[in-house]
């Protein structure tokens, strides 16, 4: 075990903490909570369409994710066009 | 549709990010950490039983009238468990009708162009009062009915019942009720069973004062929405093509490759009967000072079973007026369609590994369908003196699927304390852990 590698254990304390308050809180207060339309409502699509285009590529990145990853986040609005 | 002209303007929606009613709600009974490595006391409410949602189905349904149709008589009752009305007088029984066949409501919905407003759902006229007054058929005495929070009054003189059918433009007749199936007792039963799994941390006072007989029943006003659109959403995506390590040691990290592709979706779709909540205040989610996102969890309702308006189901139970428009309520069903959308596109970019990050969205709405419903929720209500008045905390039970959701008031200084315990003893054990190793 190395000094730099242990160190970061100091905070499984405070993490450990915060986590059961959250999870807790919500338990009690479940202000997460609100209807799920998006799979509790018929809906009923046509095949969904579209087109992908390679434009870039990234080397050398150490994000294990596309920054701003929102394809879950269905809630989450962003610029509207019309 | 939208107007080009004038962008519908997004509904007040203050709080947002995690742990809001803006974050897609979690799969039913999750919870984020595993109960079995917590204490025992902790483990045995999260593991109890959650009340039992029915799955209801109502029965083929017929002719409404507001006197019974065999003999006359006004004093009418709705049967509880059922849809069927009874006469008190001659105990005649009979069912109202279905709005959805009565309507056409489920057919259709791909060629819906335009907006379609039912007659109950039309804008509410600004001078319509909400007390109404009626001269009594039986005897000619006066009797008033407030609106806002009744739909049936009695005559005081001869006993005559009065329910409100004709649709004024105040908003308070919609155009299909859908009556209770759950019962008082069961609701109390539901209450309790939820209100049980969190009582170890739960507000003192809150626990003294715990009597969920006080549950009221109540129509609350909805707008049920038929949807005929098309979204279209593009953004970025990223598929991996190489992971390494460089260095070593200390030194060693993971590096990645990847490629970026211009993503572009578009999707047609419709969508039948989705509840929106067409009173200002009921709508309004802002979970720093309402609970209103509790009754907005147990939607929704089988409102395929909605019969025809009948003042006579709501004998007995208060109601809630809607008070606003379906131009008004615009905003939150683009929202919705939207969010909707971007759910329905989320399969399609499956490959996109490392993620997708949508930049822009369009939606247009080809047509939409709106009818007004009073829907039966069981309401118990605990207030929470605080500051800027306090918090009202709902348990609400859905009167169809007897769905039920809680906001249970907590003990602060409880909470914190058993968090400081358990920080406290994984911060020792790691350090512990760290005097050992070095």
Sequence with gaps: MSDDGGLWLLAAGPIGATALYWALYRYYRNTDKSHAFERETTVEAKPVTGSDTLIDTVTGTRETRISGDNVHDYRARVRRDG | ?438
Aim: glycine share 8%; hydrophobic share 35%; aromatic share 8%.
């Design chain 2, 1 to 438: 549709m939208s107007d080009p002209k004038t962008p519908p303007p997004l509904p007040a929606a203050p709080v947002t990010g995690p742990g809001s009613p803006r974050d897609v709600p979690p799969l039913p009974v999750q919870f984020p950490i595993d109960p079995a490595t917590l204490p025992g006391a902790i483990r045995d409410e999260l593991e109890a039983p959650d009340p039992v949602a029915l799955d209801t189905a109502s029965p083929e349904l017929r002719d409404g009238l507001n006197r019974c149709p065999k003999c006359g008589a006004t004093d009418i009752r709705h049967k509880l468990g059922s849809d069927v009305l009874v006469c008190q007088y001659c105990r005649h029984e009979w069912q109202g009708e279905r709005v959805e066949e009565a309507f056409g409501l489920g057919e259709g919905l791909d060629r819906l162009r335009g907006t379609v407003i039912a007659s109950g759902a039309r804008d509410i006229d600004a001078g319509a009062a909400s007390l109404m007054s009626f001269k009594c058929t039986g005897c000619g005495a006066e009797v008033t009915i407030n609106t806002e929070s009744a739909m049936t009054a009695r005559c005081h003189w001869c006993r005559h019942v009065f329910g409100v059918n004709e649709q004024i433009a105040n908003g308070a007749v919609p155009d299909a009720v859908l009556p209770f199936h759950i019962g008082k007792e069961d609701a109390v039963a539901r209450i309790r069973q939820f209100v049980d799994k969190r009582r170890l941390f739960a507000l003192k006072a809150f626990k003294e004062q715990f009597t969920p007989e006080n549950v009221v029943g109540v129509y609350l006003p909805y707008m049920i929405v038929d949807g005929n659109a098309s979204a279209a959403v593009s953004g970025k995506g990223e598929i991996k093509t190489r992971e390494y390590t460089r260095g070593s040691g200390n030194n060693r990290k993971t590096y990645y490759d990847a490629d970026v592709y211009q993503v572009d979706r578009r999707v047609d779709f419709t969508v039948d009967d989705l509840p929106l909540e067409s009173s200002a205040e009921r709508g309004n989610l802002d979970t720093r000072v309402n609970t209103n996102n509790i009754i907005n969890t147990i939607l929704p309702f089988d409102t395929k079973n909605a019969l025809k308006w009948n003042a006579s189901y709501l004998l007995g139970y208060t109601s809630e007026k809607r008070d606003l428009d379906v131009e008004r309520m615009r905003p939150r069903l683009e929202d919705q369609l939207l969010s909707i959308a971007r759910a329905q596109v989320a399969g399609s970019v499956r490959r996109y590994d490392r993620g997708v990050r949508w930049e822009r969205e369009q939606l247009e709405v080809h047509g939409t369908r709106w009818v007004s419903m009073y829907l039966p929720v069981w309401l118990y209500s605990y207030h929470q003196p605080g500051r800027n008045g306090g918090l009202l905390h709902y348990i609400a039970v859905n009167g169809r699927t007897g769905e039920t959701m809680g906001s249970v008031p907590v003990q602060q200084w409880k909470l914190l304390l058993a968090a400081l315990t358990t920080g406290t003893i994984i911060e020792s054990l790691v350090l512990w852990f760290l005097v050992v190793a070095s």
